[in-house]
């Protein structure tokens, strides 16, 4: 029985070893964040976080070090608590830095969607062409006249003044056949041209084209916070000051109901003491409303 005893103060002890880096180390986010947080006046999820996670961790270390000075005290620990929520969270930030790098990616395939060049024309007051000159895509203005080769991108938003072709519209409405088009119909700026030569006027610079809006849809759906992230930091701002409250106030009652003889002696498992049945209390009573949030 003894040489069992050791041998689970040693799996304790390597526990607490094991959790150390984890809760301190790969953890120190939370602790930055909950710093930064704390100093504008309110608690988000990272003071939670961190809360929860370091009552767990220091509770087991009181627990260890009971155990060490009293040989008929029995550590309860919790070491693996605080290790695993914190795994388990920084893992959930993994995957939703995956997420946002693949979105990224995808707005960098769409951006490249656009043409660096165009071909606009000039005519005379017949309606013939004078003039086909190279410019940047970018510099089109409203209005202008855009000549679109087969095989190439189409330049700007518009509609098409001259030609009859097909326009490969599944980069933008996943429309796999090509659409064809014909004078008087709308085209989108970086379909592909599939046939023949068009001439498009355009109908919207760079900043008002559908492309650039979907991009600019994407970016503020990334960079915007999820509907239940939002909530969780508005409820954690009223949670945690009354989550310290609340367990705070179990355990002192706990202690006091012993000292004055509140509840039987008997109720205290042999292996621990009232202040530490007590601590235990409420130390439940916070970790199970962490886990709830």
Do not use: C
């Not at 709308?186 to 498009?200: D, M, R």
């Amino acid at each position: 029985m003894l040489q069992f005893h050791h041998v689970h103060e040693i799996y304790i002890k390597f526990r607490w070893i094991l959790s150390t880096p984890v809760q301190f180390f790969i953890g120190r986010r939370f602790y930055t964040g909950s710093y930064k947080s704390l100093l504008h006046g309110f608690a988000n999820m990272d003071v939670l976080i961190a809360l929860g996670t370091n009552a767990a961790y220091f509770y087991s270390v009181y627990s260890v070090l009971r155990a060490a000075v009293s040989p008929h005290f029995e550590a309860t620990d919790f070491f693996e608590t605080s290790a695993m929520l914190i795994s388990f969270i920084l893992l959930g930030k993994y995957l939703e830095v995956m997420a946002k790098g693949k979105t990224s990616e995808a707005i960098a395939k769409l951006m490249d969607l656009t043409p660096d060049t165009a071909t606009l024309l000039s005519f005379d007051s017949q309606g013939n062409v004078v003039n086909a000159e190279e410019i940047d895509s970018r510099l089109i203005q409203r209005n202008d006249m855009i000549k679109i080769l087969p095989g190439a991108k189409v330049a700007s938003d518009g509609s098409v003044t001259w030609g009859q072709s097909h326009v490969n519209e599944s980069m933008i409405t996943g429309e796999a056949r090509p659409v064809g088009k014909r004078k008087g119909d709308p085209v989108i700026g970086g379909t592909v041209n599939e046939n023949e030569v068009l001439h498009i006027k355009a109908t919207r610079v760079w900043s008002e084209s559908a492309l650039l809006q979907i991009v600019q849809f994407v970016e503020s759906v990334q960079m915007a916070k999820a509907p239940v992230q939002k909530l969780a930091d508005r409820i954690s701002k009223f949670f945690v000051p009354l989550d310290i409250f609340f367990s705070f106030s179990t355990w002192l009652a706990w202690f006091l109901a012993r000292k004055f003889d509140g509840y039987p002696k008997s109720w205290i498992p042999s292996s621990m003491d009232s202040y530490q049945l007590a601590l235990q209390f409420g130390y439940r009573l916070w970790l199970s409303h962490a886990h709830v949030l």
